[in-house]
């Protein structure tokens, strides 16, 4: 059974930088193919896709995001890292992390989201 | 930069109305288009990958087609649990693209 959850702070100050926990189960960033990203949603408004790393430390970044991002895994703690650095209020949002496998194929597994402000 | 489109961005349907789903895309994706099904305060669900493949334990009223830029996705008798939101995603190795989203609410 796969499972991911995110974790992170609720609250962030404007030019700070957030980092976002992604702890999964039921899978291992070793195994050949898999694949764990990110998503946002802005209250109210569309999904955003953000970032992706595959089990070979390939990485993919949204090229309207790419400058503030990276992906980081810690296959020993079944664990992905997401930072964004120099948030803004427009970055709130609930960021979700997703399991993807290779294929290419999209995010069949999402955890639950947390919900992250950003205000002074 | 892959550009997607979604339209009607609202759609009021009945329950047992055949309801149609566009997405287009700003160039070719092949067939690497998949749907989601989400619904307030949770996780999007994914309902259909590749363009017409069905994910396991999605009912068989949904249905995808299309490939190049046109897609579409028609669900064939609406259901009370299918009122949401419905977004289409582009994917291939290098980048994901989420539609704007369409959402289903009761006529």
């Known amino acids: 059974q796969i499972t991911l959850k995110e974790s992170g702070p609720t609250l962030v100050k404007p030019t700070q930088t957030l980092t976002l926990t992604c702890t999964f189960s039921?899978?291992?960033?070793?195994?050949?193919?898999?694949?764990v990203g990110w998503i946002r949603q802005p209250p109210g408004k569309a999904l955003e896709w953000l970032a992706l790393?595959?089990?070979?430390?390939?990485?993919r970044y949204s090229p309207s995001l790419k400058s503030r991002l990276t992906i980081t895994k810690d296959t020993s703690k079944n664990q992905v890292v997401l930072t964004m650095t120099n948030m803004d209020p427009v970055d709130t949002a609930t960021y979700y992390c997703?399991?993807?496998?290779?294929?290419?194929?999209?995010?069949?597994?999402w955890g639950q989201g947390t919900l992250v402000t950003v205000s002074s | 930069d892959i550009q997607m489109t979604q339209s009607p961005s609202t759609l009021s349907a009945s329950v047992g109305d055949r309801v149609t789903i566009t997405c287009r895309a700003s160039?070719?994706?092949?067939?690497?288009l998949a749907w989601y099904q989400q619904k307030p305060g949770k996780a999007p669900k994914l309902l259909i990958y590749?363009?017409?493949s069905l994910e396991s334990g999605v009912p068989s009223r949904f249905s995808g087609s299309g490939s190049g830029t046109e897609f579409t996705l028609t669900i064939s008798s609406l259901q009370p649990d299918d009122f949401a939101t419905y977004y289409c995603?582009?994917?291939?190795?290098?980048?994901?693209?989420f539609g704007p989203g369409t959402k289903v609410d009761i006529k």
């Open positions: 160039q070719s994706i092949s067939s690497w």
């Open positions: 790393i595959y089990w070979n430390d390939d990485k």
């Open positions: 039921g899978f291992s960033l070793s195994t050949s193919g898999v694949g």
């Open positions: 997703a399991h993807s496998l290779m294929g290419p194929l999209p995010f069949d597994y």
């Open positions: 995603q582009q994917y291939n190795s290098y980048s994901h693209t």
């Open positions: 590749k363009a017409s």
